[in-house]
């Protein structure tokens, strides 16, 4: 199965300022299927980014995801207040569906 | 639009069997060729997926927990279950159900439910 790796653990930054969030695979994901996901404290995941790049319905143009090879890459271009939150990766190119284990944005 | 409502015992007994099911409403279960899946979280940790099924009834299942896992369909109730067999304190979590956003087989999840928080303990 494909591990999916996400660093940092944790990201300490301030309203405003730029947040990038790395994914790294474990071997190639299968045409570029990889998403991203906020989730908030008692709430489901909520699909941000599909197929590495693409932003999912009603997502804000600051989410965007890039790819390089087996790298990931969510950039939130200025975080506002309700953008602290944990998100999560997920390959869906290969069976098991599998999902990195999270990187927290927090307000510094 | 589309909501997805889990629902079953918030406690189950270790060596049991864990029983959810999964309420679509705002649409049919059968309408499109969605692949239908659980995902699990448990306390603090990240996501794992399950399992999914096709809303014809075909099932594709995690191979870590292929042995103690079947997924059902009801389109008549617009439901599709979960059930995993010779539960452990490893397998308390929120458990949640989810549609994709294409009915193709790759597809991320972009509707979930709210999950539903399943205890494993004596």
């Known amino acids: 199965e494909i591990v999916l790796t996400q660093s940092p653990g944790t990201l300490s930054l301030s309203p405003g300022e730029r947040a990038t969030l790395s994914c790294r695979a474990s071997?190639?994901?299968?045409?570029?299927?990889l998403a991203w996901y906020q989730q908030k404290p008692g709430q489901a995941p909520r699909l941000l980014i599909y197929?590495?790049?693409s932003r999912a319905t009603g997502i804000p143009d600051r989410f965007s995801g890039s790819e390089s090879g087996t790298d990931f890459t969510l950039t939130i271009s200025r975080l506002e207040p309700e953008d602290f939150a944990v998100y999560y990766c997920?390959?869906?190119?290969?069976?098991?569906?599998?999902f990195g284990q999270g990187t927290k944005v927090e307000i510094k | 639009q589309m909501q997805l409502q889990e629902s079953g015992p918030g406690l189950v007994k270790p060596s049991e069997t864990l029983s959810l099911t999964c309420t679509v409403s705002?649409?049919?279960?059968?309408?499109?060729?969605?692949?239908w899946g659980w995902i699990r979280q448990p306390p603090g940790k990240g996501l794992e997926w399950i399992g999914s099924?096709?809303?014809?009834?075909?099932?594709y299942y995690n191979p870590s927990l292929k042995s103690r896992v079947t997924i059902s369909v009801d389109t008549s109730k617009n439901q599709f279950s979960l059930k995993l067999s010779s539960v452990t304190a490893a397998d308390t979590a929120v458990y949640y159900c989810?549609?994709?956003?294409?009915?193709?087989?790759?597809?991320?999840?972009?509707?979930w439910g709210q999950g539903t928080m399943v205890t494993v303990s004596s």
């Open positions: 705002g649409g049919s279960i059968s309408s499109r060729s969605y692949y």
């Open positions: 099924i096709y809303y014809s009834g075909n099932t």
């Open positions: 071997q190639s994901v299968s045409s570029s299927y």
């Open positions: 197929g590495a790049s």
């Open positions: 997920q390959q869906y190119g290969s069976s098991p569906w599998t």
């Open positions: 989810a549609r994709p956003y294409s009915s193709s087989w790759y597809s991320a999840f972009d509707i």
